[in-house]
Structure formats: C-alpha cells, structure tokens
C-alpha cells in the first residue's frame, strides 16, 4: 500500500518532528493536538526549524514552501484522520489516554490505515486491546529530534499483522530511517537499556562520583556516545524519563528499576531538562551548563 496521506496526533516534541518529517517525504500530512495552543506551538517549532536550515545554508527557501504545502494544522481529529493511509499518536504516556485515542481512531480512519503509536514503552498489546482492529496496531517509536534521529524502532505485539509491518517498514525507509524490529516486552529495546544508563548515571552523580559534564564526557569518549547520557536525559525529560523507570519496576516487579531520588527530586521541583530551561544541566542560554544548585 502507498503512503499519501499521515495523521500525526498531537502537537508536542515528537508529534511536530514527525508531522515535520512526514511533511518533508511529500506525503500530505494532518497534525493535530487536542488543545489549539498545543498545535500552533507544534506548527511554530516546525516553522523555526525550518528557518534555522535556510539560515545554515542547510535548505532552501523553495524547500520550505514545498514542505509547507504538504503540511496542515487540523483542529479536529476526525477530519485529521479521516484520508489517512498512516496514523501516528504522539500523546503523553498516560496509558488510558492513549487507549482512549485509539479505540477512536479505529473508529474515525479508513479501514485500510496502519494505527501507529510513538510510546517508548508502553504496551502496544494494550494499546491494540483498546481497537478491534489489533492487526493494525504497531508501535513506532522515533528519537528526539526526530528530524535528526536516524533510528526508529518498530515494536510488534503479537496480532501486528504482518502487511502492517512491512508498510511501516516502507513508511521508515521513506523517512531515511533505519528501523530494527522489536518484541512488546516493557521498555522494548532502546528505552529499557537508555533509562537504566541514565537512572545509573544519576546515582553516580548524586554520590559525587563526578560531574555531570565527566560522566557525560566518559561515555562520549571512552563509548563514543554522541551525547553522554544525562545530556541525553535532560533533553528527552527528566519527567519522561521517570515515568518510563515506574513503568518498568512495575511491569517486571524488579525495584532495581525505580528512579533514583535525585531524578524524582528534579522532576518534583519542576526541572524537566531542556524543555523546561532546567534539569541536571542549566539550558536557560540554550546549551547545557553546569549546575551546582543540584538538590541532592
């Protein structure tokens, strides 16, 4: 089955880079969020990175405009999902949030259309529970920033219909992504071995083994990670990051999984990481400073 038209649903981080790579492969693409300051925010970030690639030198003006046209802020998500060849949900990791959106979804798009969920560890069975069209249901879990990510890690349940792989296959191959295909087992591959390096990092940190900037610097160079892994953990949330570590202590009934007090600390005060100018690291100028405020 060709891809002509996407729906991205909701308008945060992930949903704009998607809908923004989506727009960029030339297929139609319909973003949506459920609250309209939401989807103009979505529609902004897409706008300034677009600028910031004419600005380098990166793009092109013409680019932009060819882009542009391919992408559409919709208010309503029936109308946003109703041509769609591919729907992608991008919402918070509440689960009974996104249970609620796709037993909607399977309701309001085509018959024909793959029902994709972006979780980085969520069940993609329960996900698909909430349908009764589980055979549509994968999970595609794309890296921020996505434009700039090149993995995306396709998660199976067990009724994940095999035409539905291979178009979301086909879907990351248009994207210049490279997908490795994965089993519906809690944190999948990538987000279960990310968030226990970051959880260990964050005890190391909070021992006083080194600074933040050494860790990081450790694994950049001595594991030639291109971003050490609090860097990495302030950048995709420090909220995110927590819930996900929850998740998998309770899934697997292990407290070797549950977040370190620091990390519960910062989320508690309010540092999320980049997003909200503070974390482990000070991102108020844009780059990661050091802190020495930490509260340990």
Known sequence: ?????????????????????????????????AFPEGLSAGMEKINAFWEKGIATGKT???????????????????????????????????????????ADLARLAPPHAVLASNTSSLSIAAIAAATDCGERVIGMHFFNPVPLMKLLELVCHDGTGKATIAIAREAAAAMGKTDILVKDIPG???????????????????????????I??????????????????????????????????DSFTDESYLPHP?????VSEGSLGKKSGKGIYDWSTGEAQERDDLPL
């Open 60 to 102: 092109t003006e013409e680019q932009k405009a060819e882009w542009s046209a391919n992408l559409e802020a919709i208010a309503d998500m029936a109308t946003a999902v109703a041509d769609a060849d591919l729907v992608i949900e991008a919402v918070p990791e509440i689960p009974d949030l996104k249970h609620s959106i796709f």
């Open 188 to 214: 999948f591959a990538t987000s279960r071995l990310g968030v226990v390096l970051g959880n260990e990092a964050i005890r190391m940190l909070a021992e006083g083994v080194a600074s933040a900037g050494d």
């Open 1 to 33: 089955m060709a891809i002509n038209t996407v729906a991205v649903i909701g308008a945060g981080t992930m949903g704009a880079g998607i809908a923004q790579v989506c727009a960029q492969c030339g297929w139609t693409t319909k973003l949506f969020d």
């Open 216 to 249: 990081d610097t450790a694994m950049q160079l001595g594991y030639r990670h291109p971003m050490g892994p609090l860097a990495l953990s302030d950048l995709v949330g420090l909220d995110v990051r927590r819930d996900i570590l929850l998740n998998l202590a």
């Open 262 to 266: 620091l990390l519960e600390a910062l």
